[in-house]
């Protein structure tokens, strides 16, 4: 069964101070990784997409990478309107669906 | 704008009965699909279409039912048999069943009364 795990489960970040949010997997022959912003009572929205190890995607602050068993989401030098929870979610094989991760919530203070 | 829209954003349910929570897109997508939300857990996915008159059972499908009528509706029934069904619902669409990524509307809430 493919497995997502998320760590850490909740991260507090002072305005500025960079860090990382990983997904590691566990899937027979992944199709694609996605990492998900969500902010509260609100849907997900759609960051980034990575396809094989070594690829790298950058929007604004975040900077999504890929290795073969995991991801990381860097976000550098936050600022508080990052706050949010972040999912990230595996699509392997055959399989049209979606393997989700618990997610990371990031809270940025001023 | 294109999107995805859900209503209501909160619903509450009195036991022994059914509540229909809506969803719409105008992305002219052909896959739409439900997920539940909750606290402490990923997303799971409750059921799905791949085109009209056609859906398929998720992975915890047990207490709910969907229709398919129009490309751009997929209503959601959380039945009387679903017995822990307070949750934040959220419904989803792609180009294809497969195609990523799913563009997600802003959820409903449901509780029990």
């Known amino acids: 069964e493919d497995q997502v795990t998320q760590s850490p489960e909740a991260l507090r970040l002072q305005e500025g101070e960079s860090s990382s949010l990983n997904c590691s997997y566990t899937?027979?022959?992944?199709?694609?990784l996605f990492w998900y912003r969500q902010d509260p009572g609100k849907g997900p929205e759609f960051l980034f997409t990575?396809?094989?190890a070594g690829e790298e995607k950058e929007k604004e602050r975040l900077k999504a990478t890929l290795t073969k068993k995991e991801s990381f989401l860097h976000i550098t030098a936050p600022k508080p309107e990052d706050s949010a929870t972040y999912l990230c979610?595996?699509?392997?094989?055959?399989?049209?669906?979606?393997?989700f991760g618990a997610g990371t919530t990031v809270t940025v203070r001023a | 704008d294109g999107g995805i829209t859900q209503s209501p954003k909160y619903l509450f349910r009195k036991e022994g009965q059914n509540v229909t929570l809506s969803c719409e897109q105008n992305?002219?997508?052909?896959?739409m699909y439900w997920y539940r939300q909750d606290p402490g857990q990923g997303l799971r996915l409750i059921y799905y279409?791949?085109?009209?008159?056609?859906?398929q059972k998720g992975d915890i499908a047990e207490g709910y039912s969907v229709s398919r009528e129009k490309k751009e509706s997929f209503p959601l029934t959380v039945t009387s048999a679903q017995k822990n069904p307070t949750a934040f619902y959220l419904c989803?669409?792609?180009?294809?069943?497969?195609?990523?990524?799913?563009?997600f509307g802003d959820g409903t809430r449901l509780s029990i009364l």
């Open positions: 279409s791949q085109i009209v008159n056609d859906f």
């Open positions: 990575l396809y094989s």
């Open positions: 979610a595996v699509q392997a094989g055959n399989d049209y669906k979606l393997s």
């Open positions: 992305l002219n997508h052909d896959a």
């Open positions: 899937v027979s022959g992944l199709r694609g």
């Open positions: 989803a669409s792609s180009i294809r069943i497969g195609n990523q990524p799913q563009h």
